[in-house]
Structures are given as C-alpha cells and as structure tokens.
C-alpha cells in the first residue's frame, strides 16, 4: 500500500470596519480555522497573508465602509497550505497524477464543535 500527499489550500477571511477592530481576533480566527482543518486530518504547512494591491477592491471596501457607518467592511485574510497523507493502492492513481479511490478515514464532525 502507497501513500500519498493530499494538499489544499484554504482562504481564511477577515472583517474590517467597527465590527472587525472590537470583535475579532486574528489570533482566534486562524485557531479556529487551524482547528477544524486538524479534525478533518490536514495540517498546515504555511500561512500566507493574503495582500491584495487592486485599486478597485480599495475603493469598494472604501464605499462599503461609509455604507455601514463604519460598522463593516472586507479585509485581507490569511492562506493556509495545508496537506494530508493518505492511503492509496497503485491502481487508484489516474493519468494526470489525481486520486481516484482513496481510502480515506472520515473525521468525526460532532467533534468540530466540541
């Protein structure tokens, strides 16, 4: 029996405004995020902030700030690159290198919420 890496990546968002300078950590979104990826078997690999330079997407944020009264607007998150080790049989192994039939375990879900 082979193994193989499984390998994602996961866009973890964050809010602006009001709302994200008063009510959200970054510490506590990237734990929780991290948490629920390790009870589905990834772990991570790296973590990327995620800048975006666009001049519209400035302006939009800008125009959705004063929208809300300053209460909500989008911000810049995190990447995280994770990976996974699973399973395979030499026959599950398609052309293009991609999983077929991998045996998998499935994670308990109940858990992510306990």
Known sequence: MNTN???KV????RIGGLIGLF?????VILDNAVRKQNMLGYRVIQVIP????NILL???RIFL????????TTND??????????????ASINQGGALV?????????????N
């Open 50 to 53: 995620a800048t975006r330079g």
């Open 10 to 13: 996961v866009n973890v968002n």
């Open 65 to 72: 700030l004063f929208i809300t009264i300053f209460f909500y």
């Open 5 to 7: 890496q499984l390998n």
């Open 23 to 27: 009510g959200e950590s970054s510490q």
């Open 77 to 90: 998150g995190y990447y995280l690159i994770l990976e996974r080790t699973v399973s395979v049989d030499d």
């Open 101 to 113: 039939n991998a045996k998998q375990e499935k994670p308990n879900v109940d858990d992510l919420f």
């Open 58 to 60: 400035l302006i939009f």
